[in-house]
């Protein structure tokens, strides 16, 4: 007698609490988690999981698919690293609210803060919408391989209200502020998952503008967060340059007592010191020790820039004589660059600074560029870095990646470590993903499409924190935790992220041993033919979306359950 939709048979069963795994069954019915237990009965469709790891889907809190929502269904690289759930709308920049007449500048706010070239978003976007939940109902019209949540983007928000005082970062008056609360509260009504929000230098917009939000008061900020308390519900996601002087923990600690809701902020390291993350790590435990819920969000690995002939940077990206023939086609551009002439003019001339881009010197920072190689290594030691080699070598820095940036048809890749590679290794980052109140993220999937490729951190961190790094490695059941129970509770999505009855059924069935990432590729399948970084894995034996696989051995099945998830959704027993 078949009692259930699908039943998942004899794989080691990591439930998300963060508990041991067992060996056992898991049985599937209307899209939920119908049974957790030893021979359950059959099911129409059964998944032989003998030998591998099963574990609730992946919620990723930080990606930025805003314009992907509105062309495509299938959010990778994102869907190809076991995530059945993405939240948008993070940094603060997104498509909604917006007049028709700005249109052009929130294109080229996402172009200069992620990456997401100007062309594809113009061919991309429908632009069916002006309001917030009207943006959300475009989503909620459409399928997708996994779940969407949105936040209310602050930036979009503040030029909507404001318009060019917006954008040009002036102080919002007290009837502005009004009128952003409104909003809002509009958007909590809609479904936004709360609102997001950006004060760092680094966000800046194509044209070299800085973000419509950096100059954002404090009280702007502070009555904003009351509408999430006012409301009881949301999420407050901020970024904010707390490294800088007289900035600190303190203001996002007041941020959270007021909004009486999860705030969560990005956190890592510099590549050197002085380093502040253990302070901030002993900020973050006293203020959830005081029921004030921060929660900061790491990448698992170091924030890594992808270098090369193909993408958006290189090391000689800016110098007069690359740019002259920049826009050659490709195989072209790799000629000229092979002309002993241009090599050696190149070579020798300054850098440009790229008024877009704040981290545009880190493209010549050789002591932290690496060969990432296949399989890829997020982890070398300055040995093999563009610096260590060239020295070992008896060349420049310079000679050395010019010379592997042109080899190859396609160019070669280089790999840049610009952040959280403390001191030459990960051993920080390790120390700050282990505390109880960071979560794994800053994957940013859907941006920064020509230039990082860190989608792939929910295997990267299974894979190596869990398994290959030869010391400091972390317990199996509690990277599922964090990955999965852990970033679902933060945004109020208690309805996931367990393997239980009642829960929603978004699976990963894994090989735990065969899992591993390939190389990043160079893919033109944006709209207009735009290019992305996108990166396989291998292991994923099936991949679950309310009970429906939509990926199996790594390839998409065809089907799209996933949908608009509008706002925070109570556990089952509350239900």
Same mark, same amino acid.
């Given at each position: ?65 805003? %314009? ?20 948008? %709308? ?195 435990? @006293? ?16 924030? %890594? ?150 989608? @792939? ?119």
């Amino acid at each position: 007698m078949i009692n259930y939709d699908l039943v998942i048979r004899g794989g080691t069963v990591m439930d998300g609490s963060g508990s041991e795994g067992r060996v056992c069954d898991v049985a599937v019915k209307g899209g939920l988690v119908a049974a957790v237990g030893d021979n359950l009965a059959a099911g129409r469709e059964e998944i032989d999981a003998s030998g591998l790891l099963v574990t609730p889907g992946f919620v990723d809190v930080h990606t930025h698919y805003d %314009g992907h929502v509105t062309w495509e269904s299938r959010l990778k690289p994102s869907s190809c690293h076991g995530v059945t759930t993405a939240i948008i %709308g993070n940094c603060g920049v997104g498509f909604a609210p917006c007049r028709e007449a700005d249109h052009d500048a929130l294109i080229r706010l996402m172009d200069g803060v992620e990456d997401i070239p100007y062309p594809v978003l113009a061919e991309g976007l429908p632009w069916t919408w002006e309001s917030f939940p009207e943006y959300l109902d475009l989503i909620a019209s459409r399928e997708y391989d996994m779940d969407v949540g949105g936040y209310l983007p602050h930036a979009a928000l503040r030029v909507y209200v404001m318009g060019e005082r917006g954008a040009d970062r002036e102080p919002a008056t007290e009837e502005d502020i009004q009128r952003m609360c409104a909003l809002l509260e509009e958007a909590l009504d809609a479904g936004a998952m709360g609102i997001a929000t950006s004060r760092t230098l680094f966000h800046r917009s194509s044209d070299g503008k800085p973000i419509p939000t950096l100059e954002a008061t404090n009280e702007e900020l502070l009555t904003l967060a009351k509408t999430l308390k006012r409301k009881g519900k949301g999420v407050f996601q901020i970024v904010e340059d707390i490294h800088l002087p007289g900035k600190d923990v303190s203001v996002l600690r007041q941020l959270a007592e007021a909004a009486g809701r999860p705030l969560t902020f990005s956190i890592g390291t510099g590549n050197t010191g002085p380093h502040i993350w253990p302070q901030l790590l002993k900020d973050l435990e @006293s203020a959830n020790a005081a029921g004030i819920t921060i929660k900061g969000q790491v990448m698992p690995r170091a924030i %890594g820039m992808m270098l090369g002939v193909e993408l958006t940077l290189n090391p000689f990206y800016t110098t007069v004589g690359y740019r002259e023939v920049a826009d050659l086609p490709l195989a072209e551009r790799l000629q000229a660059l092979r002309d002993p002439e241009r090599r050696a003019r190149i070579i020798a001339e300054p850098m440009d600074p790229d008024p877009a881009l704040v981290l545009g010197r880190m493209v010549r920072d050789f002591d932290h560029i690496f060969l990432l190689g296949d399989p890829p290594n997020y982890e070398q030691p300055w040995e093999l870095s563009i610096a260590g080699r060239a020295k070992a070598q008896g060349v420049s820095p310079e000679e050395l990646a010019y010379d592997l940036m042109v080899q190859g048809e396609r160019g070669m890749v280089l790999y840049l470590a610009m952040a959280n590679y403390a001191d030459g290794s990960l051993d920080a980052v390790g120390e700050i993903l282990r505390h109880p109140d960071v979560l794994p993220g800053l994957g940013d999937g859907g941006a920064h499409a020509a230039t990082i490729c860190d989608g @792939s951190y929910s295997t990267f961190a299974l894979s190596y924190w869990g398994r290959d790094r030869d010391h400091g490695r972390m317990a199996l059941p509690d990277l599922v935790h964090r990955l999965s129970r852990a970033t679902a509770l933060t945004m109020g999505l208690e309805d996931r992220g367990l393997l239980a009855p009642g829960y929603k059924a978004d699976i990963n069935v894994i090989d735990f041993d065969r899992l591993a990432l390939h190389v990043p590729e160079i893919t033109y399948d944006l709209p207009g033919g735009g290019r992305r970084l996108v990166q396989r894995a291998e292991g994923y034996v099936a991949t679950l979306v309310s009970g429906v696989p939509v990926y199996r051995n790594g390839e998409a099945t065809g089907a799209l359950p996933g949908k608009l998830v509008r706002g925070q959704r109570p556990a089952p027993v509350q239900r």
